[in-house]
């Protein structure tokens, strides 16, 4: 059938190519012509698409079309804390004076980028009561790398080399066990209480001269705030561990708490969550690490140090003395620094204060509104993410994952389904605070919907979305028969 | 300071509607939603700046980029690793459209296709360009690519010794070392005109062109590493393929690259983009994303996140890799920067960039006191100067006359693999942004010292 106007995504780029077409048109050379290298190392056989500028424009857009997104509709996938990106951080982050300067020139032509970076480090370092900071690691699991790595480094610098394990809550996100494992340690479960805390007697059991540390998400992924966590970090440091800290959560916090004064010792921050960068459809982000003073010698290089002069401080880049060594190619993800930098100037301590207040706020909203239709597993005050789960449902032949469909139907992003593991049925669900308070209630008025639709109609819950581009893919073909390129037909 | 009655513009929320919501909670204050926090932790005192208004932030934020001396004020010719390139207007139209900008990582297939068919062209694209059966959805940056390929290697082959190069990035080999710490694995640097390889060696691993500028041969290491039962790995530079045969032309098992070159701007080094590409027989070891092509239940064709059992959300600590988010939307920028280029436009870049350099190099040649070491082999965008004063000074007087010089090379660790003679090195980049002008500009600059 012929579509008119619209600009249809069915063809790939290669498929669209017209020998010929051009999406751009080079400058002219204007240095007299050089000989070229032996033909032998010239290539001839370079398989990019010839299409021209507005068709480059067109697809992309219409591309762009059939995805949700924050700026399209709300998204409350729970641990992701898809909040608003405010414009003006991205248009800072494009100013010409950054965007467009090279990592490698000297101090003296990029004072402005290194104090602006020594400035965030300390904003961070306040924000989360840590003395060090370093912003050169570029997403959250990066970030648990070069964390996990620095309670290695500290332990074999005692000769205490015997800390082979670390402790992981079942309830933890993947990568903290596989930052763990990449970092060398065996990986042992830690369990959790009938309350979602960590269960303290599981933890003595794990403590002792074979533990390197735990690793835990505070809030934890269940949205709680684990009522004993300075007691989980005393038995820790007694024992000999450190505590690492996964800052996904931190937007629960934000100036409610600092994870320094709780005795935390090493964590990370998703500047990518709490601090509004935009996600990307899955990066860039940025994963600064913060750390108590023990931990100060052995941060990932660089970090930005300032000292004083006649005319005011000068800043530079700097290896800490025993330092993990480096974690990417040059300083960090500026650009993202940038925007996290501009973020944290435009709320100041009470703006900062009043983004934990109102997530969690909203978040709360949501479980008193759902807890009579969608099982509450821990019927508690959550945090600033609400854990339900569809058990209810399933019982009438409706799954978590039926549930989550249908609410793409109702314009909806599904929440973060089947985790926590320790769930059943797992709806991990995470407003923030960005969302008004109609749409809160347009949320609960969808699940309720579908909460009667699981009894009406299960079977076309079932079958759910019937409204996106298209319905449920066919996962397990993919992943047997793996198709990741495009071929020419032979 | 506390300004108790702060409404940020990012917040709906008002005092009213709070108290409301509250009210259907039997709460009356947003305080009392803390109350498992220990009191003693509880609203810790928090030192930062009062806030400041779009207008304020723009002001300090202009005021702070202005003390950087940015690429396109003046000549530039700075790239060790980072590229000064043009990036067409599209790109950043498109990529900050709110629908690919704001959207999470495509867990959602029925509502991600636009991501997700982005990054299956991404892959379509970018394993073209190297010449490799397939990419995946990208990494970090192109050193972490690299080390994620050597750590690849060695789970493929099963070995845990490694021979790097010592033409292969300082940097990189930097991250090689801390990614590879806690696996006892064995990093050799050997020498590029005789690597050492054995039948215990992993991989053998090159940079093409290499960080000094060089072309090597390609062919003679992966008949050397294969010899040996041992992978080539090989890190590449995407606009250099757009007209020499890439790695994959010779048998390279993994290659890797710095997207960054590909329409993303220098941005004081990131984001940027990692590329990697292996042999099909090696996807189930490789990290990161990947997007296969499917049908829905009605038959349509689409895109899904595939072959997840490699990854750390399922296999947890055996995953082949921690990474989870990565750059998407710069796999996007580079994907609308390749389209836009064509077959043509990349090529008619890197053949910009060939013939500015080479004329650079043969009048900096000719200038007294300097000379071209490496002259005698092919080279692309770079090239390595012996100066008669130390680089340093050059590039100070240089920036006087507003020229950005070459990397000064004298100083570890971009020395440490260099001959003693070779105690002056500026590794001197030229790309298609330098003009006649700018070229003829460094020369009479450099023709200062003698």
Redesign the interface.
């Known amino acids: 059938m012929l579509k008119g106007g619209s600009r249809d995504t069915g063809k790939l780029l290669m498929e669209r190519s017209v020998p010929g077409r051009a999406g751009v048109v080079a400058p002219p050379l204007d240095v007299p012509e050089q000989p070229l290298p032996d033909a032998s190392m010239l290539r001839d056989d370079l398989a990019l698409p010839e299409v021209s500028e507005p068709e480059v424009v067109q697809y992309f857009t219409a591309l762009s079309q059939q995805n949700f997104s924050i700026d399209t509709q709300f998204y409350p996938l729970g641990s992701c804390t898809m909040k608003y990106n405010p414009k003006i951080n991205d248009e800072m982050a494009f100013l010409p004076g950054f965007a467009a300067i090279h990592p490698l020139q000297p101090p003296d032509q990029s004072q402005g980028a290194l104090e602006l970076l020594h400035t965030l480090q300390e904003y961070l370092g306040e924000i989360t009561g840590m003395s060090g900071v370093s912003l050169a690691t570029l997403a959250g699991a990066h970030g648990e790398l070069a964390g996990v790595l620095m309670m290695r480094a500290y332990h074999h610098s005692r000769g205490d080399t015997g800390r082979i394990k670390m402790a992981i809550p079942d309830s933890a996100h993947g990568t903290n066990p596989a930052s763990a494992a990449m970092a060398g340690f065996e990986v042992v479960t830690l369990a959790s209480d009938e309350d979602g805390n960590v269960d303290l007697e599981a933890l003595h059991e794990l403590v002792g001269p074979d533990l390197a540390g735990v690793m835990i998400t505070l809030p934890s992924t269940l949205g709680l705030f684990d009522r004993n966590i300075v007691e989980v970090c005393r038995i820790v440091h007694e024992a000999g561990g450190l505590v690492y800290g996964d800052g996904a959560n931190m937007n629960a916090l934000l100036g409610r708490a600092k994870l320094g004064d709780l005795g935390f010792d090493v964590i990370h921050l998703n500047l990518h969550k709490t601090f509004s960068t935009p996600h990307g459809g899955g990066g860039p982000g940025a994963g600064p690490v913060c750390c108590a003073p023990i931990l100060e010698p052995y941060l990932a290089a660089p970090i930005v140090t300032a000292s004083a002069n006649g005319s005011g401080p000068t800043y530079a880049l700097s290896n800490p003395e025993q330092s993990i060594g480096k974690m990417s190619g040059y300083h960090g993800n500026f650009g993202v620094l940038v925007r996290a930098y501009t973020y944290i100037r435009t709320l100041g301590d009470a703006g900062i204060k009043s983004i934990s207040g109102n997530a969690v706020l909203n978040a709360n909203y949501l479980l008193g509104a759902l807890k009579d239709i969608y099982y509450l597993p821990y019927d508690r005050t959550c945090m600033h993410e609400v854990v339900l789960s569809a058990d209810w449902q399933r019982a009438r032949g409706v799954s978590g994952l039926d549930v989550a469909k249908r609410l793409l139907d109702y314009g909806f992003h599904a929440p973060t389904m089947y985790f926590p593991l320790i769930v059943h049925e797992a709806l991990m669900i995470e407003p923030t605070e960005s969302e008004n308070r109609y749409t809160l209630d347009a949320f609960i008025e969808a699940l309720r919907q579908i909460n009667r639709e699981s009894e009406t109609d299960p079977d076309m819950v079932h079958h759910a979305p019937h409204t996106t581009p298209v319905s449920r893919l066919d996962e397990a073909g993919a992943a047997r028969h793996p198709d990741l390129r495009w071929r020419p037909k032979t | 300071?506390?300004?108790?009655h702060?409404?940020?513009h990012?917040?709906?929320?008002t005092e009213r509607?709070?108290a409301?919501?509250?009210a259907?909670?039997g709460l009356t204050s947003?305080d009392e939603?803390?109350?498992?926090?220990?009191d003693e932790?509880?609203?810790?005192p928090?030192?930062?700046?009062?806030?400041?208004?779009?207008l304020e932030?723009?002001r300090?934020?202009?005021?702070?980029?202005?003390?950087?001396?940015?690429?396109?004020?003046g000549p530039?010719f700075?790239g060790?690793?980072?590229y000064?390139h043009f990036i067409?207007a599209?790109v950043?139209?498109?990529m900050?459209?709110?629908?690919?900008?704001?959207?999470?990582?495509?867990?959602?297939?029925?509502?991600?296709?636009?991501?997700l068919?982005?990054i299956?062209?991404f892959?379509?694209?970018i394993?073209?360009?190297f010449?490799m059966e397939?990419?995946n959805?990208?990494m970090?940056?192109?050193?972490?690519s690299l080390a994620e390929g050597v750590l690849m290697a060695c789970r493929v082959t099963n070995r845990e010794r490694v021979a790097v190069s010592d033409t292969v990035?300082p940097?990189?080999l930097?991250?090689i070392?801390?990614?590879c710490?806690?696996?006892g694995i064995d990093i050799e640097v050997v020498r590029h005109w005789e690597p050492e390889v054995g039948d215990d060696t992993a991989c053998l691993v090159v940079q093409y062109p290499n960080f000094y500028g060089g072309?090597e041969d390609l062919g003679d290491f992966a008949q050397l590493a294969h010899g040996h039962g041992a992978l080539l790995v090989v890190s590449t530079d995407p606009t250099a393929?757009?007209?020499?045969?890439?790695p994959g032309?010779y048998s390279a098992d993994i290659v890797t690259g710095?997207g960054q070159p590909l329409g993303i701007?220098?941005?004081?080094?990131?984001?940027?983009l990692g590329l990697f590409t292996c042999k099909e027989q090696y996807?189930r070891q490789m990290p990161s994303?990947?997007?296969?092509?499917?049908?829905?239940?009605?038959g349509?064709?689409?895109?899904?996140l595939?072959?997840?059992?490699r990854?750390?959300?399922?296999?947890?600590?055996?995953?082949t890799?921690?990474?989870?988010?990565?750059?998407?939307?710069?796999a996007?920028a580079s994907t609308?920067y390749?389209?836009?280029?064509?077959?043509?436009?990349?090529?008619?870049?890197a053949?910009?960039c060939?013939?500015?350099a080479?004329?650079a190099a043969?009048r900096i040649e000719s200038l007294p006191g300097y000379n071209l070491p490496f002259q005698r082999g092919?080279f692309f965008q770079e090239f390595v100067v012996q100066c008669p004063a130390p680089p340093a000074e050059i590039?100070r007087k240089l920036?006087e006359r507003n020229i950005?010089g070459g990397?000064d090379i004298s100083v570890p660790p971009y020395s440490a693999p260099l001959p003693p003679d070779l105690d002056k090195g500026m590794l001197v980049c030229v790309t298609?942004m330098n003009?006649?002008e700018d070229?003829d500009a460094l020369v009479a600059g450099l023709a200062e010292f003698n």
């Open positions: 300071m506390t300004t108790a702060f409404q940020s990012y917040i709906p929320n509607e709070q409301e919501m509250l259907t909670l947003i939603l803390f109350h498992d926090i220990p932790y509880r609203n810790p928090l030192n930062l700046p009062e806030p400041l208004s779009e932030i723009q300090e934020l202009a005021g702070l980029a202005s003390k950087n001396r940015s690429l396109g004020s530039s700075l060790a690793g980072s000064h067409p599209i950043k139209a498109l900050t459209r709110g629908e690919f900008l704001t959207a999470y990582t495509p867990y959602q297939p029925e509502v991600s296709q636009g991501t068919q982005v299956y062209e892959q379509t694209l394993s073209s360009l010449g397939v990419a959805a990208g970090y940056d192109g050193a972490t990035s940097t990189y930097q991250v070392r801390t990614y710490q806690a696996h072309l393929c757009g007209m020499l045969n890439p032309h710095e701007p220098t941005s004081y080094g990131g984001p940027y996807i994303r990947l997007v296969g092509r499917t049908v829905d239940s009605q349509r064709t689409g895109y899904v595939t072959l997840q059992t990854e750390q959300h399922i296999r947890r600590e055996r995953a890799s921690n990474i989870c988010t990565n750059e998407a939307l710069y996007l609308i390749l389209a836009a280029m064509g077959r043509q436009g990349l090529k008619q870049v053949e910009l060939y013939h500015k080479h004329y043969s092919p590039n920036m950005l990397l298609e003009s006649k070229i």
